[in-house]
């Protein structure tokens, strides 16, 4: 930890490559970062509530009624854990020269990850909050809530990251396993349906589907996001601390991982 201190100029110097590489040579530049997660946004609003209709509660106590906010509340972050995760994991083998040529603490490539997709992520939370004050909503107020939120989500996947980019530097498949899978878990999640979907069938099939719903570490995230944004309410307890102990153990495991195979990278790559 001390090493990763004393080389934070780098780490900074790493993140904004990342930040000013991710739309190089684009004319839009950082809007892209907005245009993306709004473009997903209305495909899923057309499909899922004026097509399928599936409409989620108003919100409580805020009562928005507005669909496309309602889903961008649980959208943004998991866009943020899914950025984190499938750069994290190629963050090593993209960075095969510089890790041949140089020592530094390797830990700062993941970090400078998340570092970076955080500043696309504040750039995105702050177009949701001011669409959401447009509509009625009162988010400022919960805001500090979110940060912290935001913190052990991106510890959670930072942890994840960390483990599966030393993962992929022995099978360099993983990263192509991940973009398969990380599709799959989203729609495990209740992003673009509301979790009483999920109780509604566990009424007719039985109670371990919302069990196994709960296992999921980001139904969790994502009820704290959509309830402090979209709610304008402090969360349930239990989503809290589920949400840190999913942070603490999987950063914990992730940062052991990491530090027990960083001395042997540059001879495996």
């Known amino acids: 930890m001390r090493e990763l201190f004393a080389t934070r100029e780098l780490l900074v110097n790493l993140t904004m490559r990342e930040v000013k590489g991710q739309y190089r040579r684009t004319v839009l530049g ?11 946004m209305v495909v899923y609003t057309l499909v899922f509530s004026l097509l399928l209709r599936v409409p989620p509660p108003p919100g409580d ?6 669909y496309a906010l309602w889903l961008m509340c649980a959208l943004l972050p998991w866009t943020f854990f899914t950025r ?24 700062h490539l993941p970090l400078s990850v998340t570092l970076s ?12 909050t001011l669409a959401l004050l447009l509509f009625g909503g009162l988010p400022l107020l919960w805001l500090p809530f979110v940060l912290v939120a935001t913190v052990l989500l991106a510890m959670f996947a930072t942890g994840l990251a960390m483990m599966l980019a030393i993962v992929n530097v022995h ?10 899978l990380l599709p799959m878990w989203m729609f495990l999640t209740p992003i673009i349906y509301p979790f009483t ?6 009424a007719r099939s039985g109670e371990w589907i919302v069990t196994a719903f709960q296992v ?13 944004l979209y709610d304008n309410a402090m969360p349930d ?11 603490a153990v999987v950063f914990g495991l992730g940062a052991l991982v990491f530090w027990r195979h960083e001395s042997r990278l540059a001879e495996l790559l």
């Open 237 to 247: 307890v239990l989503d809290w601390l589920a949400a840190i102990l999913a942070a």
């Open 197 to 202: 979907i999920v109780q509604e069938a566990a």
């Open 84 to 107: 984190v995760v499938n750069s994290g994991v190629a963050s090593i083998t993209n960075n095969a020269s510089l890790i041949t040529k140089v020592y530094f603490p390797r830990m």
């Open 61 to 66: 106590p805020s009562q928005l009624d507005v």
């Open 117 to 128: 997709t955080a500043i696309t992520f504040g750039i995105e939370l702050l177009v949701l």
């Open 171 to 180: 099978f360099r498949d993983t990263q192509h396993f991940v973009g398969i």
């Open 216 to 228: 999921n570490p980001m139904l969790h995230f994502v009820e704290l996001f959509r309830t402090l």
């Open 30 to 40: 950082q809007l892209w970062s907005i245009i993306n997660p709004v473009a997903t």
